[in-house]
């Protein structure tokens, strides 16, 4: 039984990978399908950023360019760790609650500025202080037990702070505190995390990595979700060149929301159907 009618799973992918989900979303919208009139959104990573915008009402038009905050202090990334961190989770299939846990250790120890730094900088891309009326998710997951948890307007923290714990990937930001604990980037378990959206009969899953990592990851995500139609919808090869070979790399992000705004062109047939009606195929 479907107790949601349509549902965004919007995954990671970076800086560069929020640029092109912003630019799909506004391209998208632009032809007629509004992903913000989603009755539940699943932000994980960068997802969270431009799922934030989508179901606070805010035009994903705003971030065509980067939005900084005042101040406009960049990320202090601890490369060793994050090459640390890379290492762990490229072998953690025999253990993954351990490599989660070692991640988690990885977060704390490494350098990468103060908490309140990494808060301001999503606060500016989010564009938003508070949780919307409608449903948000935001994915974390625990820095010291390595658990996966969600984040929504009944979880007692701030709509920035719970977008900075939920992008907070180790080695490039900060765990973030949020009651009592230490939360980090929700993609460490899954990078789309959209078994979330069981329940709904439309699911439309954005996933701006899916070149990068085998499809079964995602399948098994979908069999979970059990939605009647699913659409995913990933990079297609101009934008996997617009990327460029880093998802962090900030000089990417014009270039990216620009391949999403003119992918969007080719996308919004297919989606309109499944959004208005329900039906379609991935």
Request: aromatic letters at 4%.
């Amino acid at each position: 039984m479907h107790t949601l009618d349509r549902a965004l799973a919007l995954g990671a992918g970076g800086p560069v990978g929020a640029a092109w989900m912003a630019g799909l979303a506004c391209g998208l919208r632009r032809g007629g399908v509004d992903l913000g009139e989603a009755d539940l959104i699943v932000g994980t990573s960068t997802g969270a950023i431009v799922g934030a915008v989508l179901a606070t009402g805010q035009d994903p038009g705003r971030l065509a360019t980067p939005v900084t905050p005042a101040d406009g202090r960049p990320p202090q990334v601890d490369g060793r760790r994050l090459g640390e961190a890379f290492a762990v989770l490229g072998d953690a299939a025999a253990d993954p609650a351990e490599a989660w846990r070692r991640v988690g250790r990885i977060a704390l120890a490494a350098d990468t500025g103060p908490e309140q730094a990494h808060v301001a900088r999503m606060r500016a891309l989010a564009g938003a202080d508070h949780w919307p009326d409608r449903q948000l998710l935001i994915t974390v997951m625990d820095a010291e037990t390595g658990e996966p948890g969600v984040f929504d307007r009944a979880g007692g923290a701030p709509l920035p702070s719970a977008v900075a714990a939920g992008t907070a990937f180790p080695g490039i930001y900060p765990p973030i505190t949020l009651n009592g604990r230490r939360y980090m980037d929700g993609s460490l378990r899954s990078a789309t995390n959209a078994r979330l959206a069981a329940g709904a009969r439309t699911l439309v899953v954005i996933d701006p990595q899916a070149h990068l990592f085998p499809r079964e990851l995602l399948h098994q995500e979908l069999a979970v979700a059990a939605a009647h139609t699913v659409v995913t919808v990933e990079p297609d090869p101009a934008s996997i060149r617009a990327f460029g070979p880093n998802l962090n790399d900030r000089t990417a992000w014009e270039p990216a929301y620009g391949a999403g705004l003119r992918q969007a062109a080719d996308e919004a047939g297919r989606l309109r159907v499944a959004w208005e009606t329900g039906t379609g195929t991935d």
